[in-house]
């Protein structure tokens, strides 16, 4: 009978651990896409532009502007995503402002200083114009 229950008791337990994980990627689904946030982080620089504030020139700066980005601001934090400091919203402008870390060299989704998000190819990514 202990035996039994020993083994119940494992089993559970390797039930309850096997829930535990990286809850980033489980808000946003294994394998999900970095569109949602570049887009988020798209729509927080027009925000700035028409109050005609400044977008953060360094991660220090981002403190203010965090909860309007509630997806995008822990992936800049980690790396996961890279915003380029001080880049703003340009109507019409085709430079990237944000990119996922991978894009240079597998491709991946990118935010442009237009607000645009589209996904790019790493050759593409490396001959598209960087904000400044």
């Known amino acids: 009978m202990s035996r039994v229950f020993c083994t ?3 089993l559970v337990a390797v039930g309850l651990l096997s829930g535990c994980g990286d809850s980033r990627k489980a808000a946003r ?3 999900a896409s970095l569109k949602d946030p ?11 532009a028409d109050e005609k504030r400044k977008p953060p020139a ?4 981002m403190e203010a502007i965090e909860p ?5 601001a822990p992936l800049i934090r980690s790396g996961e995503l890279v915003y380029l400091w001080g880049a703003e919203y340009a109507s019409g402008s085709n430079k990237v402002a944000a990119h996922e870390k991978k894009a240079p060299t597998d ?3 990118v935010l442009l200083q237009d607000g645009t998000v589209k996904e790019m190819t ?3 990514f490396k001959s598209a114009p960087k904000a400044k």
């Open 38 to 48: 570049l887009d988020e982080l798209g729509q927080m620089l027009k925000g700035l």
């Open 8 to 10: 119940l008791v494992a």
């Open 29 to 31: 689904g294994a394998g």
């Open 58 to 61: 360094k991660l220090a700066e």
């Open 107 to 109: 491709g991946g989704w």
């Open 68 to 72: 309007t980005i509630p997806l995008a």
């Open 122 to 124: 790493a050759d593409e």
